[in-house]
């Protein structure tokens, strides 16, 4: 069953804004990644949050981590085109020793008009 | 390093036959994963490999096989295609648990009419 769920569903924004995507869950997690999916390709890593952490950048991004209401965040700064893709979080369960599945959203479907 | 490979790139199929989808990766990765991916579902976990020559079922694994017979090579069986295994299929792979990247092939779309 899902784990994460995207919100929302689709974005669109110009060129320059920022793009907010938020992923709720359901279970107790190690950690949340979050991935990027250009039409047509697999998916790319973008940044890992452990569970012990509440914020963390790379580059123009910013993912926070919230356990207590087992949300997560994605910010991105400044959109450009090339920034127009889909964005899953996908969570490491804590469900016992061994476990490894990764469990992806929906995703959002972001779109930015240059 | 080429990373994670997959053929073939598209396929179609006609209900009842079967077929193998590739995978391959060079990055001496323990865990390799299937995933397939449908509109408005996301990923949804088929079988995976913690090593060669152990398997588990994930989320949805009816109506498919894998085996992983060397570290590098983890294949997907359709027994007998049905226009409900219409999908993207993802293979992945990473170095181990917890904080370790997962890296994507790009998918096999696959028609079964």
């Known amino acids: 069953s899902q784990q994460g769920e995207e919100d929302p569903q689709a974005l669109s924004i110009q060129e320059g804004e920022n793009a907010t995507m938020n992923c709720s869950y359901k279970t107790s997690i190690n950690n949340l990644q979050w991935y990027r999916q250009n039409s047509g390709r697999g998916l790319v890593h973008l940044i890992l949050i452990r569970s012990n952490e509440r914020e963390k950048h790379s580059g123009r991004l910013r993912v926070t981590l919230d356990t207590s209401k087992k949300s997560s965040s994605l910010l991105i700064t400044a959109s450009r085109a090339a920034d127009t893709a889909s964005y899953f979080c996908?969570?490491?369960?804590?469900?016992?020793?061994?476990?490894?599945?990764?469990?992806f959203g929906k995703g959002t479907k972001l779109s930015v008009i240059p | 390093n080429a990373g994670v490979t997959q053929t073939p790139k598209f396929q179609v199929l006609k209900t009842g036959q079967s077929m193998t989808l590739q995978c391959a990766q060079d990055?001496?990765?323990?865990?390799m994963s299937w995933y397939r991916q449908d509109p408005g579902m996301g990923l949804r976990l088929i079988h995976y490999?913690?090593?060669?020559?152990?398997?588990d079922q994930g989320e949805v694994p009816n109506g498919y096989n894998v085996s992983r017979s060397t570290t590098e090579d983890f294949p997907l069986r359709l027994l007998s295609a049905a226009p409900s295994q219409t999908s993207v299929y993802f293979c992945?792979?990473?170095?181990?648990?917890?904080?370790?990247?997962?890296?994507f092939g790009p998918g096999t779309r696959l028609t079964v009419l």
């Open positions: 490999s913690v090593g060669a020559g152990i398997t």
């Open positions: 992945a792979s990473r170095q181990g648990l917890g904080t370790d990247t997962q890296y």
């Open positions: 996908a969570t490491d369960d804590n469900s016992g020793a061994g476990s490894y599945q990764l469990t």
């Open positions: 990055m001496n990765h323990e865990y």
